[in-house]
């Protein structure tokens, strides 16, 4: 058994484009894990092995990978950048120690790396920094430093300054041994040596490293007094307090370099084994209820020695059959043992272990607290689902995903395609649990619901690629919602009399607008049991059944209160199914009384432009009812934050590019629903009655 203190869990994250396959790959390099390095712009990359991701240079899943460095084992994730895939991010912090953030150092704190970096803060996830591309035009390593501070409200503790910048970039200045690192222009990582700090340098770094110190030394009363009082702390105490700070998410040890020209990742490495923590220095995972999801107080405590609990955080189907990925928090899982899945409460018997190396692996016997593997062949177990000991049966806090924006309608080609497509789907949708698909029961059609048009992209080119099921696809519909602008106090009754014991139940009750994300609220004020308590449930359930499907569209409808005040029963007829069937009556008699309106998506865009084009750009957002909220100019062009209607924003990135000569970026993610505009909320429910008519 390894000793756990040498293991680091870790993810590599950040925007697009920012260089994070870029720096996996030279990681693994550095460690021995591959003998020649891939890159991504030819789509040799190691852990982008889909086609879809050679193609476009884009990560779209996250890789597992594990590789050594000075005698510690470090378990990798490379995860995507690109916003639509955020669920994958969100998914492997759930499982890691520590983390690389990467930034790009031209482009900066970019719209991406801000939601990764506050997913990494929800999860409480130590980090180190890395500031990639100084080689690159328009690179500036403190700029970006500024940004971490302003934009992501975090504390770098810079360690290591650039020597040169863009084409005379040659190393780094390593602050707290006061040494510099060079490399040669043969770009191999090893041809480095270390020398005096150049003396265009010496200042500054001095000035850093009183910096760095007064900053690590806040971690220790006694080392802070010591050294207020004149006396230096010793390069392992500063070292024990820089590993302090960073665990406790106090300052983030901020680095630079340049991964594709093979310049500092050795001392992101270092930084990793020194400073990033080992699965016994975080906080053990809470247990939770496994029917209210409530946790009981009870954590799964990182020992070999423990019960079994592990957590399952990946699916993925390849050519050796379905894998799942697990990271097990506490005891020992053994080739052949069964476990428990408490979600589902069946047992499974594990087959196949393996250690994963993008989509290479070799075979496990066994594996312990700590560790992240993948398990062949498991049949009932989805994304977030516990394994855990049968005889102690226990829930690990399960994961929470965001609600698709976007649908599209899919149909095969040729009728043979329809198996095909339903087994195809049926393993997509375990691998991604932000992929959600329907059958429309009226039309037939098979909607496919996503996070964003190049999510459903990707999804269709696999479908095509790798399960052969040639589709035809419709237009992508906007996921529009209703709700009411109104009180409206109203009554129902339902009575019903034929031959034997008949149905009856009144309901008196106001319906009115609730509050902006509060769903649906139900409570009774009845006295005087003129409605007995034991149909409270059977009302709220009728009530709530109907909310999927609102007056106008058909849409489903989102933030509605309904007061119970008043109603009335017989002590012969009433029952629970009166009563629901009242509650279903009462719903479509009232909403359209209620003010209903159309509400849509709006999402939050972020757009980055050369300055000679901004005037262009905004006025294209105001054309697709933008609201533009700030502006921020850069280096090398302008961020523009705006909100814009999801139902304006299809084929934006190729009127962008047309717009920018090919130079602008944007990323969305969705904020909030709003009112429609009239016209709008006209055509819409003009086109779901002629759908309805034409049925």
Same mark, same amino acid.
């Given at each position: 058994?390894?000793?756990?203190?040498?293991?680091?869990?870790?993810?590599?994250?950040?925007?697009?484009?920012?260089?994070?396959?870029?720096?996996?790959?030279?990681?693994?390099?550095?460690?021995?894990?591959?003998?020649?390095?891939?890159?991504?712009?030819?789509?040799?990359?190691?852990?982008?092995?889909?086609?879809?991701?050679?193609?476009?240079?884009?990560?779209?899943?996250?890789?597992?990978?594990?590789?050594?460095?000075?005698?510690?084992?470090? $378990?990798?994730?490379?995860?995507?950048?690109?916003?639509?895939?955020?669920?994958?991010?969100?998914?492997?912090? +759930?499982?890691?120690?520590?983390?690389?953030?990467?930034?790009?150092?031209?482009?900066?704190?970019?719209?991406?790396?801000?939601?990764?970096?506050?997913?990494? $803060?929800?999860?409480?996830?130590?980090?180190?920094?890395?500031? $990639?591309?100084?080689?690159?035009?328009?690179?500036?390593?403190?700029?970006?430093?500024?940004?971490?501070?302003?934009?992501?409200?975090?504390?770098?503790?810079?360690?290591?300054?650039?020597?040169?910048?863009?084409?005379?970039?040659?190393?780094?200045?390593?602050?707290?041994?006061?040494?510099?690192?060079?490399?040669?222009?043969?770009?191999?990582?090893?041809?480095?040596?270390?020398?005096?700090?150049?003396?265009?340098?010496?200042?500054?770094?001095?000035?850093?490293?009183?910096?760095?110190?007064?900053?690590?030394?806040?971690?220790?009363?006694?080392?802070?007094?010591?050294?207020?009082?004149?006396?230096?702390?010793?390069?392992?105490?500063?070292?024990?307090?820089?590993?302090?700070?960073?665990?406790?998410?106090?300052?983030?040890?901020?680095?630079?370099?340049?991964?594709?020209?093979?310049?500092?990742?050795?001392?992101?490495?270092?930084?990793?084994?020194?400073?990033?923590?080992?699965?016994?220095?975080?906080?053990?995972?809470?247990?939770?209820?496994?029917?209210?999801?409530?946790?009981?107080?009870?954590?799964?405590?990182?020992?070999?020695?423990?019960?079994?609990?592990?957590?399952?955080?990946?699916?993925?189907?390849?050519?050796?059959?379905?894998?799942?990925?697990?990271?097990?928090?506490?005891?020992?899982?053994?080739?052949?043992?069964?476990?428990?899945?408490?979600?589902?409460?069946?047992?499974?018997?594990?087959?196949?272990?393996?250690?994963?190396?993008?989509?290479?692996?070799?075979?496990?016997?066994?594996?312990?607290?700590?560790?992240?593997?993948?398990?062949?062949?498991?049949? $009932?177990?989805?994304?977030?689902?516990?394994?855990?000991?049968?005889?102690?049966?226990?829930?690990?806090?399960?994961?929470?995903?965001?609600?698709?924006?976007?649908?599209?309608?899919? +149909?095969?080609?040729?009728?043979?395609?329809?198996?095909?497509?339903?087994?195809?789907?049926?393993?997509?949708?375990?691998?991604?649990?932000?992929?959600?698909?329907?059958?429309?029961?009226?039309?037939?059609?098979?909607?496919?619901?996503?996070?964003?048009?190049?999510?459903?992209?990707?999804?269709?080119?696999?479908?095509?690629?790798?399960?052969?099921?040639?589709?035809?696809?419709?237009?992508?519909?906007?996921?529009?919602?209703?709700?009411?602008?109104?009180?409206?106090?109203?009554?129902?009754?339902?009575?019903?009399?034929?031959?034997?014991?008949?149905?009856?139940?009144?309901?008196?009750?106001?319906?009115?607008?609730?509050?902006?994300?509060?769903?649906?609220?139900?409570?009774?004020?009845?006295?005087?049991?003129?409605?007995?308590?034991?149909?409270?449930?059977?009302?709220?359930?009728?009530?709530?059944?109907?909310?999927?499907?609102?007056?106008?569209?058909?849409?489903?409808?989102?933030?509605?209160?309904?007061?119970?005040?008043?109603?009335?029963?017989?002590?012969?007829?009433?029952?629970?199914?009166?009563?629901?069937?009242?509650?279903?009556?009462?719903?479509?008699?009232?909403?359209? +009384?209620?003010?209903?309106?159309?509400?849509?998506?709006?999402?939050?865009?972020?757009?980055?432009?050369?300055?000679?084009?901004?005037?262009?750009?905004?006025?294209?957002?105001?054309?697709?009812?933008?609201?533009?909220?700030?502006?921020?100019?850069?280096?090398?062009?302008?961020?523009?934050?705006?909100?814009?209607?999801?139902?304006?924003?299809?084929?934006?990135?190729?009127?962008?590019?047309?717009?920018?000569?090919?130079?602008?970026?944007?990323?969305?993610?969705?904020?909030?629903?709003?009112?429609?505009?009239?016209?709008?909320?006209?055509?819409?429910?003009?086109?779901?009655?002629?759908?309805?008519?034409?049925?």
């Amino acid at each position: 058994m390894t000793d756990l203190a040498h293991y680091r869990n870790i993810g590599i994250f950040a925007h697009v484009d920012a260089g994070k396959t870029t720096s996996t790959e030279r990681i693994l390099k550095l460690t021995g894990k591959i003998h020649k390095t891939g890159e991504v712009h030819d789509g040799a990359a190691t852990t982008d092995f889909m086609d879809q991701e050679a193609e476009r240079g884009i990560t779209i899943q996250s890789a597992a990978t594990t590789c050594f460095w000075k005698d510690h084992r470090l $378990n990798i994730i490379d995860t995507p950048g690109h916003v639509d895939f955020t669920v994958e991010v969100y998914r492997s912090l +759930k499982v890691l120690d520590g983390g690389v953030g990467v930034f790009c150092g031209s482009g900066g704190v970019e719209p991406q790396s801000e939601t990764n970096w506050r997913y990494a $803060n929800e999860s409480e996830v130590a980090r180190v920094i890395f500031v $990639n591309k100084l080689d690159r035009m328009g690179a500036d390593f403190y700029r970006v430093v500024e940004q971490v501070k302003k934009v992501l409200g975090a504390t770098p503790l810079v360690m290591t300054l650039p020597i040169g910048i863009e084409d005379d970039f040659k190393g780094v200045v390593d602050v707290l041994s006061q040494k510099a690192f060079i490399w040669d222009d043969t770009g191999l990582p090893e041809n480095y040596e270390v020398v005096d700090i150049p003396e265009d340098l010496v200042e500054k770094a001095a000035e850093y490293r009183e910096q760095l110190i007064e900053t690590a030394v806040e971690q220790d009363d006694d080392l802070m007094m010591a050294y207020m009082e004149g006396e230096e702390p010793s390069e392992e105490q500063i070292k024990e307090c820089i590993r302090k700070g960073t665990r406790d998410l106090a300052f983030f040890p901020t680095y630079c370099g340049s991964a594709f020209k093979n310049k500092g990742i050795q001392l992101v490495l270092d930084a990793v084994v020194d400073y990033l923590p080992s699965p016994t220095e975080v906080d053990a995972q809470p247990l939770t209820d496994k029917d209210t999801g409530e946790p009981t107080g009870e954590v799964a405590t990182v020992s070999a020695d423990e019960p079994l609990r592990a957590l399952a955080f990946k699916i993925m189907d390849d050519r050796f059959g379905a894998l799942t990925f697990i990271r097990i928090y506490s005891g020992v899982m053994e080739k052949g043992m069964t476990v428990l899945n408490s979600y589902t409460g069946k047992t499974e018997r594990i087959g196949r272990m393996v250690e994963m190396h993008a989509d290479e692996r070799s075979e496990l016997e066994r594996a312990q607290a700590g560790d992240i593997i993948a398990v062949v062949g498991m049949k $009932n177990v989805q994304t977030g689902h516990t394994l855990c000991d049968p005889n102690h049966e226990c829930t690990l806090e399960p994961m929470i995903f965001p609600e698709p924006v976007i649908s599209i309608a899919v +149909k095969p080609k040729d009728k043979g395609g329809t198996e095909k497509m339903g087994v195809a789907i049926g393993k997509m949708v375990a691998e991604d649990p932000s992929f959600i698909v329907e059958t429309d029961e009226d039309s037939g059609e098979t909607i496919l619901k996503g996070m964003g048009e190049l999510h459903l992209d990707i999804k269709v080119d696999i479908l095509k690629r790798t399960y052969g099921v040639e589709l035809e696809v419709g237009q992508p519909q906007v996921a529009y919602r209703e709700t009411i602008t109104q009180m409206v106090e109203d009554s129902y009754t339902h009575k019903k009399q034929s031959g034997g014991s008949g149905q009856f139940g009144k309901i008196d009750y106001r319906i009115k607008p609730g509050e902006v994300g509060s769903g649906f609220k139900f409570e009774s004020t009845v006295v005087g049991g003129n409605v007995p308590k034991e149909f409270f449930p059977a009302i709220e359930k009728g009530f709530k059944g109907m909310m999927d499907q609102g007056t106008l569209a058909g849409f489903p409808v989102l933030d509605v209160e309904v007061e119970l005040f008043d109603g009335g029963f017989h002590a012969v007829d009433s029952s629970a199914v009166a009563f629901e069937i009242a509650a279903k009556g009462a719903f479509r008699q009232s909403i359209p +009384k209620a003010g209903p309106q159309l509400i849509e998506p709006i999402m939050k865009v972020d757009v980055f432009t050369p300055d000679d084009h901004v005037g262009d750009v905004i006025g294209d957002l105001n054309r697709r009812r933008g609201m533009i909220k700030d502006q921020e100019p850069g280096a090398t062009g302008v961020r523009i934050k705006a909100d814009v209607p999801l139902s304006e924003m299809f084929g934006y990135i190729g009127h962008l590019r047309t717009i920018t000569s090919g130079r602008g970026q944007f990323s969305m993610e969705f904020s909030h629903y709003l009112p429609c505009p009239a016209q709008v909320s006209e055509t819409v429910i003009a086109e779901a009655k002629a759908k309805r008519e034409a049925k």
